[in-house]
Nanobody, 132 residues
Framework: QVQMVESGGGLVQAGGSLRLSCTASGLSSDDYDDYAMIWFRQAPGKEREGVSCISWRGDTTYYTNAVKGRFTISRDNAKTTLYLQMNSLKPEDTATYYC??????????????????????RGRGTQVTVSS
């Protein structure tokens, strides 16, 4: 059974940094690199928002405008782990952050970076709270 577990969330002051991780268990590294990945977030009372997407090999990435220049997505296929480095955090970044994978997502889905396109596997989320 495949599980994806996020970690690294917490409480941080505005301007601070956090590094989120999402580790997939039940997938070999050979299988893991068949999946495109997304980080998305949801704040209370708001819709889900795609934050960043990354291709199977990690050579193509996309970011929502709100995080460009502050967040960096990466993956280590050998470790079946996805990362999100978040710098210069703002109170509006406060949300629960989720990772998800999709076997069928192509470059149009990567560019759109919409959580509805990533449905093969999904984690339960990690809370990020940024205080002002």
């Amino acid at each position: 059974q495949v599980q994806m577990v996020e970690s690294g969330g917490g409480l941080v002051q505005a301007g601070g940094s956090l590094r989120l991780s999402c580790t997939a268990s039940g997938l070999s590294s050979d299988d893991y690199d068949d999946y495109a990945m997304i980080w998305f977030r949801q704040a209370p009372g708001k819709e889900r928002e795609g934050v960043s997407c990354i291709s199977w090999r990690g050579d193509t990435t996309y970011y929502t405008n709100a995080v460009k220049g502050r967040f960096t997505i990466s993956r280590d296929n050998a470790k079946t782990t996805l990362y999100l480095q978040m710098n210069s955090l703002k109170p509006e970044d406060t949300a629960t952050y989720y990772c998800a994978a999709d076997f069928d997502a192509g470059y149009p889905q990567l560019q759109r970076c919409d959580p509805t396109d990533f449905s093969s596997y999904r984690g339960r989320g990690t809370q990020v709270t940024v205080s002002s």
